[in-house]
T-cell receptor, first 111, second 112 residues
Framework: EAQVTQNPRYLITVTGKKLTVTCSQN?????MSWYRQDPGLGLRQIYY???????DKGDVPEGYKVSRKEKRNFPLILESPSPNQTSLYFC??????????FGPGTRLTVL | AQSVAQPEDQVNVAEGNPLTVKCTYS??????LFWYVQYPNRGLQFLLK??????LVKGSYGFEAEFNKSQTSFHLKKPSALVSDSALYFC??????????FGKGTSLLVTP
């Protein structure tokens, strides 16, 4: 089954404790992206990657890091999480200009 | 600035009635336009897209959208709403490259 998976689905952590949210897709898509969803703000892009070893900042990259060492994986790293990073995070992938496939989301709470 | 706007936070419609969820965009050049739906506790699902060609685009679950270049709009429509259509709907524009700019979303509530 074609899908984008994210782990964990839910995470409660404390300020400053480094965490990684994994994202993996099995569709051989070149493009992958991370979004955060906040009430009243819709989805905002954090980082994106057009292929292996090619990443770039989206609209709200501060406080986040990403890497793309393999085509299928695109982890999101929060080196020192803060409460304002409490949000619902989505990973997505696509081939060229076609529609993006979204993962199920990761709900992160930073205390 | 290149962006997309959804002017309504919520749309209420009775089951069986037609529905419209509005979207306008501001993009230089020829836009790629998308609609996505998000059901509670789920990720976004693709509904339909406009790249080029016929201005009326048909998508999943009986939805369609009309691209209007002069009004820079891409409204989502369905002739007869179902209670199960109740969800959060996002319009998105792809100004260039791969990035998507999303609207803030419109909550659709279909009442029996």
């Amino acid at each position: 089954e074609a899908q984008v998976t994210q782990n964990p689905r839910y995470l409660i952590t404390v300020t400053g404790k480094k965490l990684t949210v994994t994202c993996s897709q099995n569709m051989n898509h070149e493009y992958m992206s991370w979004y955060r969803q906040d009430p009243g703000l819709g989805l905002r892009q954090i980082y994106y990657s057009m292929n292996v070893e090619v990443t770039d900042k989206g609209d709200v990259p501060e406080g986040y890091k990403v890497s793309r060492k393999e085509k299928r994986n695109f982890p999101l790293i929060l080196e020192s999480p803060s409460p304002n990073q409490t949000s619902l995070y989505f990973c997505a992938s696509s081939r060229e200009i076609n529609e993006q496939f979204f993962g199920p989301g990761t709900r992160l709470t930073v205390l | 600035a290149q962006s997309v706007a959804q002017p309504e936070d919520q749309v209420n419609v009775a089951e069986g009635n037609p529905l419209t969820v509005k979207c306008t965009y501001s993009v230089s050049g020829n836009p790629y336009l998308f609609w996505y739906v998000q059901y509670p506790n789920r990720g976004l699902q693709f509904l339909l897209k406009y790249i080029t060609g016929d201005n009326l685009v048909k998508g999943s679950y009986g939805f369609e959208a009309e691209f209007n270049k002069s009004q820079t709009s891409f409204h989502l429509k369905k002739p007869s709403a179902l209670v199960s259509d109740s969800a959060l709907y996002f319009c998105a524009v792809r100004p260039s490259g791969y990035a998507l700019n999303f609207g803030k979303g419109t909550s659709l509530l279909v009442t029996p």
